[in-house]
């Protein structure tokens, strides 16, 4: 158990940048293990199945549901998302680290979990816009949301900033460097943490 890896949970409301820092800071930290999630959302013109997501059914997804295959799952924005169980599993046991980008409703069954310790170590970081005003027009930049998904992302935003203080950090998505050199010093502080 001593080797296992640890479990990077990144959050924040829908559109604050999640895919973009996960990207940056993946490039230099190379050796963390990004954990693809499954979801009943139809894919964007840019998305690749078994890349950006595993894009399945719903009858699929619920038969995941069924045999326990998820960490956590959860209906976000009217689609399924989940974490399989097993690739994150033999990744940390295999002493490697991997990170989710998962919604807040997710992160707090992670939390559960290894407060029951079913993983050893969870860091769990809030990523926050600078403003409402600003999630809003990165989401509508993304032009990828009908009017009415735009609205329900917002609203589910607002309730989102609020579960903020649940996390251990909160990184302000201002600039994407600055937000990323603040992920990494978290992380090195963590891998330098005394058992
Ligand atoms: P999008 O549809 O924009 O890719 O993602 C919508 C929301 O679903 C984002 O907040 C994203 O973090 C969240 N999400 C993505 N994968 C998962 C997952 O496996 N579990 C949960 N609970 N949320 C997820």
Redesign the pocket.
Known sequence: MENRGKLIV???????G??TVIEALMEDYQDIAY?I???T?KP?SS?KDGV??FFLSEAEFQQLVEEDE?I???Q??G?Y????KSYVEETLNAGQDVI????????V?VKEKCEQNVCVEGIFIFLAPPSLAELENRIRE?D??SEAEMEL?MD?ATQ?MKMAEEYDYIVVNDQVEQAVEKIKAIIIAERCKVD
């Open positions: 990144l959050s924040g409301p829908s559109g604050v999640k895919g954990s999630s499954a979801t959302r964007r998305e950006d997501y998820f956590e799952w959860a976000v924005h689609n998302y989940g974490t399989p989710l980008e998962i919604d807040i409703q997710g992160a069954q993304r990828a949301d992302r589910n989102e």
